[in-house]
């Protein structure tokens, strides 16, 4: 083209510049001189300059204004659908996309969806490291991390994530709108380094923790959002850029300093980061919420990042008056610029968060408020009353609706969308070497995967050949069985909701039955096992009239094996008989107390030759009785059917006091199963090994239940059940109950003392332990600390003595100390078990129970001095209580008799005469546990009856007639509870949830 | 100096260089400021007004680099790279939206409760990449104006800052390109 001659294009250049500075006859003029007969040079500045007579605005404003639209994608609108996820309403916008309140059609449950913008999906390797991380971070099953459900791609193709919609406010806020209280401090420290934990055991790095990423529901419990940053600990280059584009593009100005304070060292750096920088990160967050100032600060990002690469922090002190030296050397152990001399593992943070806790529990400092301002005790009413949830609540809905309203948007929903949206990862990272080498376990490293959200799973089991999961659940005081299909997560209804319970679900060895128990009443022992096929839904379950468990087939198919349990003779069988029926053979027994297996979905399983049949065995410790607190270990038991040697091999030393369901390794190198180690808080998932090696799989605040086995030993399903309960008061006449205490944590059996303050047992923080409180919150002691686990405090009337019963000397036995914890004293003795004690009003006499070897439980007394005791009852007898006048003793009565019932059973203290006997509602869930208390007045017997799911307390008038409620609570479970003198009530109360989570060996 | 600064200072540095590696980093960087800073001033702004794109870049290389200790040759550098990626991704997003808006939907851009038109919607940003690119074969310096002023935003006098020449010269290159460029775009 005749343009591109370069000499050419300088003189029309020249041309058009000359004649845009004339006009009329004058540029005519111009033209005629300069182009000198060149037509075509003159034809070219003739069309340009009528281009550019015309052109007008053209250009005129920038290029942005112009493509702005792709900049916005277009938002979803309400009731609009993504895939099975209908829009209830934007809740937050970042950077990279927006969050939207959703409500997942299928499960019926609440989602946040986060959907990116289009242009991400375009981008191959940013929509690897998205997906990457989202599901790293739905791996993590765990109560602090936020629950990631599905990852996906809208319709116009913008990836979308499904996670779980949290409620509360992000730590950012709660900082800037209550001063922190110290407990209030190590509780969130002590989650944040829980959760980070579960994370790092999964490998995977947080990297931005920090008070926005925090979210505090209102009921205490901390989530941490966004483990969008964390990735796989994989090989990448450019640490830097990771950091600075969080750094930089936070989205307003004020924030970008913030962001920048809570980089570690190494992040500043550009170096490759590992878990120690979540350790920093902690060690920053924790640093604020204590001092009310973040530890490096500056004016511009630049000078922050030089304070925390060079400078040293202030000491807390500098900021709040007697911050505790061991929070100062904590914060300063999580703050070393060389991280080779932080805490190396955030466990280590936890445990001395844990220490720190429960030292200022007995000092009773928690609920000093540390920043500066606010330290009248008014502002600690405020935090602890169910009001300040309200408050909270209604934070968030206005939030909520602040997208036509906009003045102050929700934090939350900023961070939530500008973090996990604006992750612009280029970073290094080493896949880091495992110091220890070792023999590798399975399930050495697990993918754990959340199947159900609603917390209200009672029971799984897993198909061996891990296709399906069975799963009971609860809604409204009704049990529905359901089917899923792990693959493509499809649930299915196999039994409608039913009043009844299910006892156990199992599948049978070829996978096409589901066995389960259950019971048409809450009656003990009138339950049966029932059978349906799998791909029959909609058939009707079969009743088997036996009482074998599930029976295990042998590899040639020829013979069967199974567990017979002989209720009558408190017997159970090891049965192997033909596959086709008959010829049957005992092969070995056991007699109450000793079992063949506690979990009656056991089975045996045969080994590879069918020579032999393998049995994991939970032997009873010395204390062998029921199941409260024994020392069970755990055993391999096999018979060489051949030649009918039998063997026992014990799999190390461990002693647990829970046990449930065992199974084998397929190898038959071990067994896992959910325990309880003794000593411990929480059921978790522990392996033993024929070489005497152990382990806990999990390692939470979560207890485990129901275990089984894939076939193959590559993966398991579980129940993850966590408990977060507050203790509550309820003046008389109140409708509103306050709670006295704050933040997660475990409560049980509380009483109210003679000087009107509680006394309860917790073991929150790892041990299980006495602690008082005053009535309205303040003034926390702790008054047990000698070791083992101690429960069931009692206070005598004349406020002179404490009881509870303690293992502290390996059995639980009754213990006696003075008020305040001091002098203990062991009133019970013996190889067997004695709980659950109760003061005559008279203060002379302690009432507990109490089984003789091989008998159920009855009541006993033994003067508060000791001495020997005496046996006050016959037939099943628990939880006595003595009437205010010190005349009558109620308990729990079970006499065995037909359906085992348990009654409500009152007799004279004086000659033990029957008083009365009172029936009570199914909806009574009568166990170990169950609280039974009278009123103050004497007039009612009261309890926790759980009729439509919710519990509340009901009393049946001492003289007769139908029980009463006396509670209108409409929400929450009742863990404990007591009467104050005046009538108003103390109660534990939280909820309990539980979900069914697969857990697979990442290494297969 | 930080590290952290420097490291960007160093990409633009590495940049100007005509290191290509530096580009790639740069590039999400500034692109996803660019994305947030125009999602913000489209919010931001009211019904009928300009997008301040110096403004844009300006807040961009305040919060990129280190101010003080960055010469001005980076300073060049930075708007020039700016402006190239930001042509780049203005671009690749009107061409993205091209392909999505094929069938004809409604060019609006629902903003909460308001519904506000987006501006200069006649002009097509991709077929001006085209030309904008036919150009530079003809005439470097003018098409890096037009990158610049069009792309960018910046003024006339930051223009010829950025690039080392004077503001007539500027002038007289956007003048020029302006018609040039129209012309293309009207004989399509």
């Known amino acids: 083209m005749a343009e591109t001659d370069p000499q050419r294009w300088q003189r029309v250049k020249e041309i058009f510049e000359g004649a845009l500075e004339r006009h009329g006859a004058e540029r005519e003029t111009f033209l005629d001189r300069e182009c000198d007969g060149q037509t075509d040079v003159r034809k070219e500045v003739e069309s340009l300059l009528r281009s550019y007579e015309v052109a007008g605005s053209f250009m005129e404003s920038p290029a942005v204004a112009h493509a702005a639209d792709t900049f916005v994608d277009q938002k979803l609108a309400p009731g609009q659908r993504v895939k099975h996820y209908q829009i209830v309403n934007l809740i937050g916008e970042g950077g990279m996309g927006e969050v939207y309140l959703a409500s997942d059609t299928i499960l019926g449950r609440r989602v946040a969806l986060k959907v990116l913008p289009a242009f991400v999906s375009k981008d191959p390797d940013r929509l690897r490291r998205f997906t990457q991380e989202a599901r790293a971070a739905s791996r993590l099953s765990h109560p602090n991390v936020c629950v990631v459900h599905e990852i996906g791609e809208t319709d116009d193709g913008r990836p979308f994530i499904a996670m779980e919609y949290v409620e509360g406010v992000t730590l950012r806020q709660r900082m800037r709108n209550h001063s922190m209280k110290l407990g209030d401090v190590l509780d969130i420290a002590i989650q944040v380094a829980d959760a980070l934990t579960a994370a790092h055991d999964a490998g995977i790095v947080h990297r931005d923790i920090k008070p926005e990423n925090i979210v505090i529901r209102p009921e205490g419990y901390v989530k941490i959002l966004d483990f969008g940053l964390a990735k796989l600990t994989e090989r990448h280059k450019g640490a830097i850029h990771a950091t600075m584009s969080t750094l930089l593009f936070d989205s307003s100005p004020g924030t970008v300093i913030g962001t920048a304070a809570y980089m570690s060292p190494e992040q500043a750096r550009g170096i490759p980061v590992d878990e120690r920088t979540d350790i920093w990160g902690l060690g920053v967050v924790l640093y604020e919420m204590a001092s009310g100032n973040p530890p490096f600060t500056g004016e511009t990002a630049t000078d922050v990042i030089v304070a925390i690469v060079e400078r040293d922090q202030p000491p807390i002190s500098r900021h709040v008056e007697d911050a505790p030296p061991e929070l100062e050397r904590i914060v300063k152990k999580a703050l070393r610029k060389d991280r080779n001399e932080r805490y190396q593992i955030v466990k280590e943070m936890a445990i001395d968060l844990r220490g720190l806790r429960r030292e200022l529990e007995v000092n009773s400092l928690l609920d000093r408020s540390l920043a500066p301002g606010t330290t009248d005790g008014s502002e600690y009413a405020k935090a602890s009353t169910g009001r300040e949830k309200m408050v909270e609540t209604n934070e968030l809905k206005a939030a909520l609706t602040t997208i036509h309203k906009p003045k102050g948007r929700s934090r939350i929903w900023i961070a939530l969308a500008a973090v996990l949206l604006v992750t612009v990862v280029f970073g290094i990272y080493k896949l880091r070497p495992r110091t220890e080498p070792r023999t590798q376990f399975p399930f050495e490293r697990i993918d754990v995967t959340k199947l159900t959200t609603n917390g209200n799973a009672l029971l799984a089991a897993m198909s061996p050949d891990g296709k399906y999961v069975t799963y009971v659940t609860s809604e409204g005081g009704k049990e529905s069985l359901w089917l899923r299909q792990v693959a493509i997560a499809s649930n299915a209804q196999l039994v409608a909701p039913r009043e009844g319970h299910y006892l156990g679900v199992a599948f049978s060895p070829d996978g096409n039955f589901i066995y389960f128990g259950y019971t048409e009443s809450d009656r003990n022992d009138a339950w049966y096992i029932y059978r349906l096929p799998v791909l029959g839904i909609g058939a009707t379950a079969t009743r088997i009239d036996t009482p074998d468990g599930p029976t295990a087939m042998s590899h040639d198919k020829s013979r069967v094996a199974f567990i017979r349990y002989d209720r009558p003779n408190q017997t159970d069988y090891l049965v192997v008989a033909n596959a086709g029926g008959g010829g049957e053979q005992i092969i070995t027994s056991r007699k109450w107390p000793s079992r063949l297996s506690w979990d009656f979905m056991a089975q045996p399983e045969w080994t590879a030759d069918d020579r032999s049949l393998l049995l994991p065995l939970v032997i009873a410790g010395p204390a062998s009785s029921n199941d409260v607190a024994v020392n069970y270990t755990i055993s391999i038991f096999e018979k060489d059917l051949d030649t009918g040697a039998e063997r026992t091999i014990p799999l190390g030393d461990q002693t647990f006091d829970l046990v449930g369901h065992v199974a084998l390794h397929p190898d038959g190198s071990g067994v896992i199963m959910p325990a309880k180690a003794f000593g411990a808080s929480f059921i978790q998932i522990w392996q033993l090994f024929r070489d005497g090696s152990k382990r806990s ?86 008054l047990t600390a000698a070791g083992g686990r101690n429960y069931a405090p009692v206070v005598s009337p004349d406020n002179r003595y404490l009881f509870f019963h303690s293992n502290r000397g390996g059995v639980f036995q009754i213990w006696r100390t003075e008020r305040d914890g001091s002098r203990p004293k062991q009133l019970t003795f013996g190889s067997v078990e004695s709980t659950w004690p109760t003061v005559s009003p008279d203060s002379k006499w302690v009432v507990y129970q109490h089984p003789e070897e091989g008998q159920p439980y009855s009541l006993w007394r033994v003067s508060i001095d000791g001495g020997t005791p005496e046996k006050i009852t016959e037939g099943v007898s628990i939880r006595p209580t003595f009437s205010p006048d010190g005349k009558l003793l109620a308990f729990w009565y079970n006499d065995q008799q037909q359906n085992s019932r348990w009654m409500l059973k009152v007799i004279n203290v004086d000659g033990g005469a029957t008083f009365n006997v009172f029936e009570v509602a199914p909806a009574v869930q009568v166990n170990w546990d169950t609280p039974l208390r009278w009123t103050p007045d004497g007039r009612y017997l009261t309890y926790v009856d759980h009729r439509g799911g919710i519990d509340n307390l009901w009393g049946q008038p001492i003289e007769g007639g139908a029980p009463k409620q006396l509670t209108n609570f409409e929400d929450s479970k009742i863990f404990a509870f007591a009467w104050m003198k005046d009538g108003g009530l103390v109660a534990s109360r939280g909820v309990i949830t539980s979900d069914v989570v697969l857990i697979k060996d990442a290494a297969r | 100096m930080t590290q952290g600064s420097q490291n960007i200072t160093e990409l633009l540095a590495g940049y100007g260089r005509g290191d290509k590696e530096a580009l790639d980093q740069l590039m999400p960087i500034v692109y996803d400021e660019l994305r947030r800073q125009a999602a913000r001033y489209l919010r931001r702004e009211q019904p009928g007004n300009t997008l301040q794109t110096t403004a844009l870049i300006h807040e961009a290389y305040v919060r990129l680099v280190d101010q003080r200790n960055v010469q001005w040759q980076n300073r060049a550098h930075f708007f020039g790279i700016a402006a190239q990626l930001m042509r780049r991704i203005l671009v690749d997003h009107a061409r993205a939206k091209k392909r999505v808006k094929r069938g004809g939907s409604d060019v609006r851009v629902s903003l909460g409760d308001a519904t506000v038109a987006v501006k200069g919607q006649d002009l097509d940003v991709v077929a001006l990449d085209e030309a904008l690119e036919r150009l530079a074969r003809i005439d470097e310096q003018q098409s890096r104006v037009v990158e610049l002023r069009f792309f960018s935003g910046l003024t006339v006098e930051e223009t010829a800052e950025v690039m080392g020449i004077s503001k007539a010269t500027v002038k007289r290159d956007w003048s020029m390109a302006k018609a040039w460029l129209h012309r293309e775009l009207s004989t399509q």
């Open chain 1, 697 to 782: 799989i999990t390692n939470d605040l979560s207890d485990y239940s129901y275990l089984s086995l894939q076939d193959d030993g590559s993966a398991f399903v579980t129940l993850q059940t966590q408990t977060v309960a507050r203790i509550w008061t309820l003046g008389k006449g109140e409708s509103k109950p306050k709670a006295i205490t704050s933040g997660i944590s475990r409560y049980f059996d509380l009483v109210v003392t003679p000087d009107d303050r509680i006394v309860y047992a917790s073991d929150a923080s790892g041990m299980a332990d006495i602690f008082e409180i005053g009535l309205a919150g303040g003034d926390p002691r702790q």
